[in-house]
Each structure stands twice: as C-alpha cells, then as structure tokens.
C-alpha cells in the first residue's frame, strides 16, 4: 500500500473540490458534484460557489431554489444543506438513522404521543401550507397538549424530509423559514432509504482519498465500513501520514502537490473543513479550533492550501485577520482574490480590503 504526504492529500482534495482553479461547471452540476453544500445560513452557499466556479454570479444559484432544482434541508450530520432536488430525495432517506438517533434525545417530551399519528398531521399541516416551525409546533401542541412543544416540533422534523420553502436562501430576498415536504415542493416522491455504495463513490470523488471514518463524519453516520469493503475491488488504498487506511477512486485526480493553490475566502461552515475526522490536510495541528467562537465557525482564508486565517465582512470593508505571518507577495494575492469576490458577490459596492494583526492562540 503506497504511503502518501500531507501535501499530496491536500492538493488531491483541493482539487476535488473545485478550489486549485475554478471550474467551468454550472452552479447545479456543481452542488451535484460536491453533494451539496452546507448552509445554516442564507448566504455559505453563495460564497462556496463564488470560491470554486468560473462566471459564477449569484443569480445563478437563486435562481435553481425558485425553480425548485435545489432546496435546502436538513440532511448530512443533522445539518441544513443545499442539494439538488435529485440528491434530496436520495440523501435525506439515507441518513434517516441519524435522524432517528436525534429524536431519541427528545422521547420524554414525547410521552403519549403516537409518532405515526405525529407524521400524519405534521404532513397534512405543511402540504396543506408551508409553516413555520412555530406554527408547526403550535398546531401540533393543539393534538397532545401535554407534550414537550419542542419535542414536537423535532419530531416532525426528524420524522418528515422537511425542506425550506423559497424565497428563504434567495440572494437579497430571503424570508422567514417555512417548511413543507420534499415531496410535495418537488411534485414526486422519495424513495426508500438506497444503499450507501453509490454515496460512497460520490464521497470519494468530492472528499477522497479518505478513511471509512472520514466518510462518517462527513454523513454523520455509522457502520459505512461494510459498503467501503464491498467496494474494495473497485478502488485504490493508501497509507495515510498516521497510518489510516485511505480509499479512492482509480481515476480520480491526485495532483503533483507543488501543484499551486491560489488563495480562497470559504464560507463559514464550508463542508472543506468538515466533511475528514483527519482535518490534518487542511488545518495545521497548531491551528485546530482556531476558526470557532463558541459554537460559531467564523469565515476562513486558505493561503498555499491550509487553513491561514479568517475574514469578515462589514458595511465598508472585508477585514482579514491571519493567523500568521504573510509574504508580501502571499498578502497581494490575497488582496486580489478579495477583489474578485466582492466584484463577483457585491458588483458595483465599494469596500475596503484590510488586513488586520496577527492572531495569536
């Protein structure tokens, strides 16, 4: 089993991800591509697209959720995510499990609840109008008075693929959440809960080279390692700098890792840094946890490939604030690559490029 560098791993998943040079791929094909894109917030998709693809504009991407092509939903590690209407149907029943393991937590509050009677009258709710997760649980508290409101609400949402009705996620129109079914915003049904081999490639091909463990962070469940033997024959192994077991796709790219990496602005939440239990070839050691306040992830600058600092965004200026050191040619190309986000994101605005200290641990 070839042995392969920090380096190399770094560059091969750059590369996956659409971040050594941008791509020429449609907003859609690429959501596709990288099975979604994380999105507690309205605007991470936007920046993820901006970072990753060439002619990107934000419209692009609106336009998809108006036209119900992608929607938002809870789906991999609990979380909300972008998807094409394609993978919401195949996704979210494929991690049903660790939704089931969510409401477990929930189950005093559900004492006398009949959770099948729950899922009826949580679907007839929001198909007979998208609601608000307010709205939900106050109808649903009308049924079983003596329920925990939360609890309830939970549990439609775990029980039920619930998706945020547009113009919630719309560049510069959002709204207020609203829920209604997958099913019924996308005008078919899901099917049942497929095998996770087909994800796997999917994952490899975005993620990869990476561990069995790797995936399960990256889908938030458990017990992937039955699927990655299956589909042994068809892929590729490497030793891992720690000595865990990577697997990839025979064709999939490893770039030369001298290959360049030009400066990226992610998102907060970006599934880069998510999606590895080894986040080693993204996130120097001496740099893990930099990047959160709480339980906030903040905004991250890649420089040469790794995790360097973080950036905001203010009414007048985009502030970078790295973790070390930058060359004088280093904080010109991170000036330029700012330039072109905002032109990309914020045309016409006028703000302010800054770079502020140092941050020290």
Not at 135 to 141: D, G, I, M, S, W
Not at 202 to 218: C, E, H, I, N
Not at 259 to 265: D, E, G, K, S, V
Not at 322 to 334: I, S
């Amino acid at each position: 089993m070839t042995k392969t560098s920090l380096r190399a791993l770094n560059r091969a998943t750059l590369g996956r991800q659409l971040l050594l040079r941008r791509s020429p791929l449609s907003a859609k094909a690429a959501v596709e591509h990288l099975v979604g894109l994380q999105a507690q917030n309205v605007k991470p998709p936007y920046y993820a697209l901006a970072a990753r693809l060439e002619g990107f504009v934000p419209e692009h991407l609106s336009r998809l959720m108006a036209d119900r092509e992608t929607v938002r939903i809870v789906t991999l590690r609990s979380t909300l995510h972008t998807h094409t209407a394609d993978d919401c149907l195949t996704l979210r029943p494929l991690v049903q499990p660790a939704r089931d393991r969510e409401l477990t937590a929930f189950r005093k509050g559900l004492a006398g609840v009949c959770l099948d009677r729950l899922t009826e009258l949580a679907r007839e709710l929001v198909e007979a109008a998208p609601r608000t997760m307010k709205q939900l649980r106050e109808a649903l508290l009308a049924e079983w008075p003596d329920a925990d409101p939360q609890a309830l609400a939970v549990a439609a949402r775990c029980l039920l693929p619930l998706v945020q009705v547009t113009p919630r996620g719309l560049w510069g129109r959002s709204g207020a959440v609203a829920l209604t079914t997958a099913e019924h915003w996308l005008g078919r049904p899901a099917g049942p809960a497929p095998a996770p081999d087909a994800t796997v490639l999917r994952y490899l091909a975005a993620f990869g080279p990476a561990s069995v463990k790797d995936m399960q962070t990256w889908a938030g469940l458990t017990r992937l390692r039955d699927a990655f033997e299956r589909l042994r024959p068809r892929l590729v192994t490497f030793r891992a700098p720690d000595g865990a077991e990577l697997f990839d796709l025979p064709d999939a790219p490893r770039p030369d890792p001298d290959t360049p990496a030009p400066p990226r602005f992610l998102p907060e939440f970006d599934n880069l840094l998510l999606s590895h239990a080894d986040r080693t070839r993204l996130v120097p050691p001496a740099l893990k946890g930099r990047t959160w306040v709480g339980n906030q992830a903040q905004r991250t600058l890649l420089v040469d490939g790794f995790l360097a600092g973080v950036w905001k965004q203010t009414d007048d200026a985009l502030v970078i604030e790295p973790f070390g050191a930058l060359t004088r040619a280093q904080r010109d190309e991170v000036r330029e690559e700012g330039e072109r986000m905002l032109a990309t994101l914020h045309p016409g605005a006028a703000y302010d490029i800054r770079f502020g200290a140092v941050v020290r641990p």
